[in-house]
């Protein structure tokens, strides 16, 4: 069948459009009849209509840094926002910009840079559109000091399946006692479940007296197309060092933490960890990392009592190496090192042709110590290469592993189930940052429930009644039938 939207850029032969059909997941087999490629909400408006009209499935393409899929279409159509990418206002006065959905997060920052101005929680991926992380409710170093996306969105403007344009500002829609919202453009009852205290972005947000502009965010492309983004935005942070401390015995680390986070003896801006095949997956990149169980990456104002709290903290420590930043250049070379090893990870991935099999779960504070400890006993016995790594402070760890075949991949299915049955089940969260794709289905069902998950679907229908947008992200196409 041939599809034509006048006035728009609209691709119809494989080899155009096979470069939106991939992303750091590395999930294969995904397909799409059309490609639509807008530069204005009359476009995306048009092709809406088009496909509501025949029914037919239309996915959300953003930057293609996801690790769970989302992107890819397996039918129907899909919808790249890589020409909506203008910064419409830089507002000083109200510390506030807007943005449309295709704007890159690493022009965004140098625009803000500019003027400056930051946006605290841009992710590692810096070529991820602003849209795609606000699907995914994405989070970055800073997200230790700064929190996630979610608490940057000031306002939205979603195209949906109707045909209607709905703007929220934040304030303006409010779940009432009754739990009910109420826009021009539906009614809605609010999911009866509610979402974990915790870094999370896994299914809908729920919670008492909630406010609409948080159910899009983390929806995943699944309830309508965000065209427009206002945002929080700070002042440019201060003159600012890193600091690598290289430990040698690795069951300091959670001391270490306590420390920090609960005794409050220093207020880091970002606090990373990454384990000893981590600092492996570095070494091509930083030749002199020296033998060690694991390092700790410090990002802190450049202040002299900061200094001081932190030599006197870590004299405490079997600290093998410390390397710190001591001007510009050695600061970028050690922000690179924080870069570098998704990257260099991801790469691993394709090289060996395995589909990314990543834990991604949270969990509350007081559960932490126990994951930390199970994540490191898991390591030593699976017999099978994995990597930790990510936000300690947030207790929230990224755990991957890299089967090599089918026999070591379901022996890593098995393990990665029941972990994710327990972080679940000491009120954290499955996906953290990543969201749930079209991989996580089955995870995402032990975390709310059944009956969690069917109150997902509800508001699918409602909000999206065509049920075309991001068809099987969250869950499974099968239950909107």
């Known amino acids: 069948m041939h599809y034509n939207v006048p006035n728009m850029i609209v691709k119809h032969k494989q080899d155009e459009i ?16 059309i490609l639509f490629i807008p530069e204005s909400e009359e ?91 606000i699907s995914t409710n994405a989070s970055g170093e800073y997200s230790y000091c700064f929190g996630s996306t979610r608490d940057y969105v000031l306002g939205l403007k979603v195209i949906l399946s109707t045909g209607k344009i709905l703007e929220i500002k934040r304030g ?37 007296g909630m406010d609409l502009i948080d159910l899009f965010i983390g929806s995943e492309g699944t309830l309508g197309i965000i065209t427009q983004a206002e945002v929080k935005i700070i002042k440019k942070l201060p003159k600012r060092f890193i600091m690598i401390l290289f430990f040698g015995n690795e069951d300091n680390v959670p001391e270490f933490l306590k420390k920090i986070k609960k005794d409050k003896l220093a207020t880091p801006l970002s606090l990373e960890y990454f384990d000893r ?45 410390t390397w ?52 490191k006993k898991t390591q030593k016995e699976i017999g099978i290469r994995t990597v930790r790594f990510g936000h300690i402070g947030e207790n929230h760890l990224h755990f991957n592993f890299f089967p090599k075949d089918d026999i070591e991949k379901e022996k890593v299915e098995e393990i990665y189930e029941g972990i994710i049955r327990k972080a679940a089940a000491a009120g954290g969260s499955i996906s953290a940052e990543h969201g749930i794709g079209k991989l996580k289905h089955k995870y995402l069902k032990m975390m709310y429930g059944e009956k969690g998950i069917n109150e997902m679907v509800r508001i699918k229908k409602e909000i999206d009644p065509y049920c075309i947008f991001g068809v099987d992200n969250i869950f499974d196409k099968e239950l909107l039938k």
Not at 336 to 354: A, D, H, T
Request: aromatic share 12%.
């Open 277 to 321: 095949e981590s600092l492996f997956f570095l070494k091509k990149d930083f030749p002199n990392i020296p033998e060690c169980e694991c390092a700790v990456y410090i990002e802190d104002e450049e202040k002299e009592e900061n200094f001081e709290i932190w030599a006197n903290l870590i004299s405490e420590y079997n600290i093998i190496d």
């Open 172 to 208: 303006e829609y409010v779940a009432g006692p009754d739990g009910n919202i109420s826009t021009p453009a539906f009614k809605l009852k609010i999911p009866s479940y509610e979402s974990p205290n915790v870094k999370s972005s896994a299914g809908y947000f729920s919670h008492p």
């Open 18 to 33: 096979i470069g939106y059909l991939e992303d750091s997941s590395n999930l294969r087999g995904g397909k799409a009849e």
């Open 43 to 133: 476009d995306i408006l048009k092709a809406v209509k088009e496909c509501a009209d025949k029914k037919m499935p239309l996915t959300i393409s953003g930057g293609g840094t996801g690790t769970v899929g989302a992107r890819i279409p397996f039918s129907g159509a899909a919808i790249s926002m890589e020409r909506l990418k203008k910064i419409i206002s830089i507002d000083k006065d109200n510390m506030s910009a807007k943005v449309q959905a295709g704007v890159m997060i690493k022009d965004f920052l140098v625009a803000l840079e500019n003027e400056d101005l930051f946006y605290p929680p841009f992710p590692t991926e810096r070529n991820a559109f602003i849209a795609g992380n």
């Open 324 to 375: 710190m930043s001591k001007d510009e250049k050695s600061y970028q070379n050690f922000v690179s090192f924080r870069y570098k090893l998704p990257e260099n990870v991801n790469e691993y991935f394709k090289k060996i042709g395995s589909i990314k099999l990543a834990i991604d779960a949270s969990v509350p504070e007081q559960a932490f110590n126990d994951f930390f400890l199970l994540y």
